[in-house]
């Protein structure tokens, strides 16, 4: 047996199948390829920093910062930021330093550090600008989200991504080889296999935890082995997605999501609407962004979509989950197909601008209103032409602030309802020219 496995039988694989030397290290080629910056800088120079490892759970934070620790043969503490407080992380810091003085150095580890407050954030800056530690913080959230400007700005950040198949592959051939077992054993086919690595969502813990079920089983009844695809997912829990309705990974999926509507992808925008309601996100949450993305992105190329987008928003109020994805799927999938235009928004954006530089222009004295005796002595109302009284209900006048009459913010798109919109303009203007 490859000296990497532990000999405890006690641990959890997870635990007892870490790698405790760098060549068994698997996954984060990116980042621990010879050529990476990373490396050269950690384990061929031997300089350290300060580091922030950003990435899904289950992908080798925790790990690669023990190794980093036994490569510059630092002491190592680790830390969940859940437990520990403001004067914890002092005290850490203060030992650290006494320990600096005698020759000692020190990394801290942080899982979790996103968890860490502002106040408790702050406390870590000044041993780091000192380098009474190093410190390594672990997350699974964007750091640019949830770590203070001041001490990202004192760490570099190093993204982990989820382990490929390949990776999990390996890592289930180890934990198996640990037990002196090969993959025919527990799976009946390539099918049945790849269906249990794919199951771990690129998550190498889960991956060993459903993995150390199996091995369970197993040892109470190996003649029910091996399973097929069907029979493997019956003899474990139904896989939960990894997904933080305040986290990364909800903005990347919402963000998946209304991008691929707006891109016309109605199979991306299905597969995303199903991946978060899976994971359990808010229907309403969906609904209204829909609502949003119906006038922002489709607008009067189709005025229908914010009809159906709010009706969507009723219906999932009305019905209620799980059937009321059904009507998500309709308005996802109208939504998609529909031709799109952001002129709209972007007029709306235009207009909005245009009120910031030039602030509260005079309104023409022909627009002002003139219900009292004071408003009329002004002029106020005179010079307005009331359009009903022409033949095509629209007449040429000046509506516009004299500063800004001229500017134009709405420009319809030749496509979709946009562009019957657009040859109504041109119709008006050509019946008015004839008129006048």
Not at 10 to 34: C, N, Y
Not at 180 to 208: H, M, Q, V, Y
Not at 315 to 343: C, W
């Amino acid at each position: 047996m490859d000296l990497f496995y532990s000999q405890q039988k006690d641990l959890p694989l997870a635990e007892s199948l870490r790698p405790t030397l760098f060549k068994d290290f698997v996954g984060q080629e990116h980042i621990m390829s010879k050529d990476s910056s990373f490396y050269q800088l950690v384990f061929e120079q031997k300089k350290l920093n300060n580091y922030i490892f950003w990435g899904p759970p289950g992908t080798g934070k925790t790990t690669l910062a023990r190794l980093i620790s036994k490569v510059f043969n630092f002491e190592f503490i680790e830390v969940n930021a859940i437990s520990t407080g403001a004067k914890a992380l002092r005290e850490l810091g203060a030992a650290a330093h006494e320990k600096k003085l005698m020759g000692q150095k020190t990394i801290i580890f942080i899982d979790e550090i996103h968890r860490l407050n502002k106040s408790q954030q702050d406390v870590l800056l000044p041993f780091t600008e000192r380098s009474d530690f190093y410190l390594i913080g672990a997350t699974t959230e964007n750091p640019g989200y949830e770590i203070n400007a001041a001490l990202l700005s004192r760490c570099r950040v190093v993204e982990f991504k989820s382990f490929t198949e390949k990776n999990l592959e390996s890592l289930l051939e180890r934990a198996l080889s640990s037990k002196e077992l090969s993959f025919t054993e527990l799976f009946t086919d390539e099918a049945a296999k790849n269906a249990f690595i794919t199951s771990s969502l690129g998550d190498g813990r889960k991956l060993l935890s459903q993995t150390e079920m199996l091995l369970e089983l197993y040892a109470k009844d190996a003649r029910l082995f091996p399973l097929d695809k069907m029979t493997l997912f019956e003899k474990l829990d139904s896989t939960q997605l990894y997904y933080d309705k305040t986290g990364e990974e909800h903005y990347n999926c919402i963000s998946a999501f209304i991008k691929s509507i707006r891109g016309s992808d109605a199979d991306a925008g299905l597969y995303y609407m199903a991946r978060m309601l899976k994971a359990g996100e808010d229907p309403f949450f969906i609904a209204r962004r829909l609502v949003i993305l119906a006038s922002e992105d489709i607008g009067n190329a189709d005025p229908r979509a914010l009809t159906l987008a709010t009706s969507g928003l009723q219906a999932v109020e009305l019905v209620g989950m799980p059937e009321a994805g059904i009507n998500l799927a309709q308005v996802v999938t109208y939504l998609a197909s529909a031709p799109k235009s952001n002129r709209s928004y972007k007029a709306y954006k235009k207009a909005l601008s245009v009120v910031d530089e030039t602030g509260q222009l005079p309104i023409p004295k022909s627009l002002r209103s003139s219900k009292n005796k004071v408003a009329k002595q002004l002029g106020y109302g005179e010079g307005y032409k009331y359009s009903h009284e022409f033949s095509k209900g629209w007449t040429e006048q000046q509506f516009l602030p004299d500063k800004i009459k001229d500017i134009k913010l709405y420009e319809p798109v030749e496509r979709g309802f946009e562009k019957n919109i657009l040859e109504y303009q041109k119709w008006l203007k050509k019946s008015s020219q004839a008129e006048n």
